[in-house]
């Protein structure tokens, strides 16, 4: 059984930063890509950023970019999510997920090749 533990969100001021972290258990964590999707109240679940199983070339949703950096420790089956310059658009509930295939990389968009997701862990950024 795959279990996906986020932590790290909170209350943070505009501009300022948070990390995110995604432990994960039950699977050779190393061979697998990892994805970071939020959910913010009234919408549809949103990609924020994915990394090969390698932790090369991480991708990022546009919205994001240049402001979140997404890594990964093989040897502590986690994944970290840093967060700077926060925003109120940030505002959501942050899932991290694992991807259905091993070895697999690229398109980290799509949902459905994730095959287990995190509880998910609330950022919420004040104005």
């Known amino acids: 059984q795959v279990q996906l533990v986020e932590s790290g969100g909170g209350l943070v001021q505009a501009g300022g930063s948070l990390r995110l972290s995604c432990a994960a258990s039950?699977?050779?964590?190393?061979?697998?890509?990892m994805g970071w999707f939020r959910q913010a109240p009234g919408k549809g679940r949103e990609f924020v950023a994915g990394?090969?199983?390698?932790?090369?070339?991480?991708y990022y949703a546009d919205s994001v970019k240049g402001r979140f950096t997404l890594t990964r420790d093989n040897a502590k089956n986690t994944v970290y999510l840093q967060m700077n310059s926060l925003n109120a658009e940030d505002t959501a509930v942050y899932l991290c997920?694992?991807?259905?295939?091993?070895?697999?990389?690229?398109?980290?968009?799509?949902?459905?090749?994730?095959?287990?997701w995190g509880q998910g862990t609330q950022v919420t950024v004040s104005s």
């Open positions: 990394i090969s199983w390698s932790g090369d070339r991480p």
């Open positions: 039950g699977r050779t964590f190393s061979t697998y890509s």
């Open positions: 997920a694992v991807r259905r295939l091993a070895y697999g990389s690229g398109r980290y968009y799509y949902q459905d090749d994730y095959a287990y």
